[in-house]
């Protein structure tokens, strides 16, 4: 009786992306603003990296009791391959973050003005580099991310502490990967301002887009089943399978 209905945890997920990309992605071209357009320095990252650590943070706690606070197709699809999600939740979960991410981009814009994108929208891109080289970058951090996301839901993780967790990853990962890519780690970040981008006229490199889909969601499927198969217990497997048996009573 304590659950939310499908379209609760819809808004949640738009909503919680929204702010994501509002907050994180608009730092980019906000610090721009700031600094006169002068290249980025190793403050400005971190400003950056904080801004989307903060978001997240709050999300965690503000959504996370309604929807999960996915707010990452790569969290979510990483959820129901491991069969911690349903599957028929799946693309109802996907539509939501990829709208809150427009919307999110489209407030960006209305804050800043068109200045925001003609400075590039904070779109996530891998200038000159390999395509490997790209694709690493972004395996590597949305496998750190999901990673921690599972450990942090683990039964037997200490509660309280999810948010400030999955923030602080959010945080570390951003350092390393950005330089590379621009360290985007969520599809619906990567796909969302590029859409919004592209409405207003701005140039965008769309056959980097399958680079940064395909690591994101490969990195959280592999890391889904990664710390599954290194955390699993008897317990686990009970659990599910009491799972299993009582899904037919429920549906």
Do not use: C
């Amino acid at each position: 009786m304590d659950e939310n209905k499908f379209w609760q945890r819809f808004a949640a997920e738009a909503i919680g992306t929204a702010f994501l990309v509002f907050v994180g992605v608009g730092s980019v071209p906000a610090l721009n603003m700031a600094s006169g357009g002068a290249p980025f320095t190793g403050a400005d990252l971190g400003f950056i990296s904080l801004a989307f650590a903060t978001i997240v943070i709050a999300t965690v706690y503000v959504f996370g009791y309604i929807s999960g606070n996915h707010i990452n197709p790569a969290v979510t699809v990483a959820l129901a391959a491991t069969g911690k999600f349903p599957w028929r939740e799946v693309p109802g979960y996907l539509a939501a973050q990829l709208i809150g991410a427009i919307v999110g981009s489209f407030a960006i814009v209305g804050t800043l003005g068109m200045t925001a994108s003609d400075l590039g929208l904070g779109v996530a891109s891998y200038g000159d580099i390999p395509w490997w080289q790209a694709f690493t970058a972004e395996f590597i951090g949305t496998f750190i991310l999901v990673f921690t996301v599972f450990g942090v839901i683990h039964r037997k993780a200490a509660p309280g502490f999810a948010g400030i967790v999955i923030g602080l990853v959010v945080f570390a990962a951003i350092i390393p990967v950005a330089p590379a890519t621009g360290a985007s780690i969520n599809p619906a970040r990567t796909t969302g301002p590029m859409l919004v981008q592209q409405l207003l006229g701005g140039d965008i490199k769309w056959e980097q887009w399958p680079v940064y889909i395909a690591a994101e969601l490969l990195a959280g499927i592999l890391a889904g089943f990664a710390f599954t198969a290194i955390s699993r217990t008897r317990a686990d497997r009970t659990t599910l399978s009491e799972a299993l048996t009582e899904e037919p009573e429920r549906a």
